[in-house]
């Protein structure tokens, strides 16, 4: 019984045969190819730039002595995490006339180079001069907070140290002149006031911006290379395999039709409905 063939395609081809393939249906990779690069052109006008500018500033030790010892260092993570705290970024917002507390704090990251006491604040936003200008005030408001904690700090001190001078100084009178108690109590308020000269004279020197913030003059989205190069990649992939595709189709549509053929033959020949043949006499002339 004769009848359609259907096509059954192989399940394995080899590289040669994906290559011919290719070549087949070399206007589908075209296709592919063009249109994966007008993407990527497209892609690369409207991808959104951002502007990132950087300030260093110095951190330099604030000593107040009321214990009598000394920091030379600090902690630079910890002033890596106060310099985006809320009353840092409250002064900067102050600064910057009411610029959300929230937008700075998204903007802004705040780094320390290793093995140093500097402090690099980087703010990215959509205009170069913002993000120099954000950059600039965030140093700034961090120095400033850090020379107002240090000030608050020695005034706490100064106002326990002066309650405990008025109350030697009154005892000290209470006591008979030339006494042992007497000469004991001097002692301690003269420390007392060696600790309060050394407390009004603690310097509140935070540290420097030794390198402002600049507007960018790049942004930070990729050159036009990258989204090239990526949109030519792609198109390439995809063209490749849809091109593989429409000739594998193609290749089955013709076996169809190529096994098709003899049996469409065999079943005119015996229907008389052959070409050439007389139907009435039932011979071929």
Known sequence: MSGQVPYRPTNQWTVDDLFHAVI??????????VAAVVAGGLAYVFFPQTYTASAQRTVEP??????GSTFNTVSMQTERVVATSTSVLERASHALDGVPVSDLREATEVTV????QVLTVSVTSGSPQQSADWANAV????GDQRSANAATVVEQSSTALERSIADLQRRSTDEADGSPEQEAIELQLKSLLDERARLSATPYYSGTVVTPAVPPLESNRPGIAVFTGGAVFVGVLVGAVAACITSRVRDGRTETIGAATPAKA??????????????RAGVTP
Do not use: F, H, N
Request: proline residues 5%; aromatic residues 6%; contains cysteine.
């Open 24 to 33: 087949r249906s070399w206007k589908v990779l075209v296709a592919c190819l």
């Open 62 to 67: 604030i000593t107040v002595m009321s214990t």
């Open 113 to 116: 180079p290793q093995g140093s």
């Open 139 to 142: 140093a700034k408001a961090y």
């Open 266 to 279: 065999a079943r005119a020949e015996a229907t008389g409905t052959a070409p050439g043949r007389d139907r």
